[in-house]
């Protein structure tokens, strides 16, 4: 399962998200840079559980390399698509679940879910000498929480079938949750110790996500991320948006709801909306006229369903969504 996209919106640009993001681009470009020296680079900041039980290992680290391998690991990462994997799925939950915390509180989350997971993994395969590198136990963690925020969300799945591509919208609860039970039954036929994926550090890092959410939702606001708030509200709608048109009974229209912000609907603004009708899914532009009023209903002529020599008008009723 690859996820494309979810419907949840988020009210303020995710700067720490896209900022975690550019930071591990910018470590995988550091670590292409290392040539030769690559491997020991990677055992140097990779998280290798046997530096910490085997005392003839520990002895070729010094005790900051010691510490500073739980946080620089995650930062890391075996190759192109292992680093592409990892951050688009960043992408896709971790604004979501910035919007809530708080940029500030979101980065603290994130790197405790990714020493967790990394802890998680030491204690389970404390003499494996494979060095585990990637954001994939911090990552968990963000779908853990996005899971307690978000569980009727919807995300756009791809599924190949036998190469060729389906798309479904699996509720979020059900996504995650499949996504969860494989990490579980891989984790469990993997062998402790071996090398491969790190199964162990996914579940950690998605239990503890859990668990550091709600800590963190608990504790009082310090007021910073307010200030960061105040500087990141998005004052747009997205420009692309799904609307899942009603029709009734012998009616060649359909009717749906495009959403904007109140400055949109003051200067006007460009819209692409994609409406799914059957099998059929259509992009349309729209364009919302300057000082137009909340309830306004823009007619697409021709663009309804198709009732005999007929075709109906798609009538989308305009709805103003506050700024944050």
């Known amino acids: 399962m690859i996820p494309l996209r979810d419907t ?5 640009y995710p700067v720490a998200n896209t900022l975690i993001i550019a930071v591990n681009v910018a470590v995988y470009l550091l670590q292409a840079a290392q040539g030769l020296d690559g491997n ?40 192109f698509w292992h680093l592409l994997g990892n951050m688009w799925s960043l992408y896709i939950f971790g604004d979501n679940v910035e919007d ?5 509180r979101y980065i603290f989350f994130y790197l405790l879910c990714g020493i967790a997971s990394g802890l998680t993994h030491l204690m389970i395969n404390l003499s494996s000498k494979v060095p585990t590198v990637g954001a994939s136990g911090a990552i968990a963690g963000v779908m853990g929480a996005y899971l307690l925020l978000y569980p009727r969300s919807k995300i756009l799945t791809l599924i190949p079938i036998f190469f060729i591509p389906y798309f479904i919208e699996l509720p979020a609860f059900l996504f995650i949750g499949i996504w969860f039970l494989l990490q579980f039954v891989s984790a469990a036929a993997s062998s402790a110790g071996g090398g491969g994926i790190a199964w162990w550090a996914h579940i950690g890092g998605f239990v503890f996500g859990i668990i550091f959410l709600k800590l963190l939702l608990r504790l009082p606001r310090t007021g910073l991320s307010d200030q960061v708030r105040s500087r990141t509200t998005k004052h747009r709608t997205p420009r692309l948006q799904v609307v899942r048109p009603r029709a009734g009974d012998g009616d060649p229209n359909l009717y749906g709801t495009i959403a904007v912000t109140p400055r949109e609907a003051r200067s006007g603004a460009q819209k692409l909306i994609n409406v799914p009708w059957g099998f059929q899914k259509r992009l349309f532009r729209v364009t919302i006229p300057p000082g137009i009023r909340d309830g306004t209903v823009l007619r697409l002529e021709g663009m309804g369903k198709q009732a005999g020599d007929v075709r109906g008008d798609l009538n989308l009723k305009v709805t103003l969504q506050e700024e944050q």
């Open 100 to 104: 809530r915390l708080g940029s500030l």
């Open 40 to 79: 020991r680079f990677i055992l140097t900041y990779g998280l290798v559980p046997a530096r910490y039980s085997v005392p003839e290992i520990a002895a070729y680290f010094t005790w900051w390399q010691q510490v500073i391998a739980f946080a620089s690991f995650m930062f890391l990462h075996g190759g």
């Open 8 to 12: 949840i919106q988020s009210r303020n």
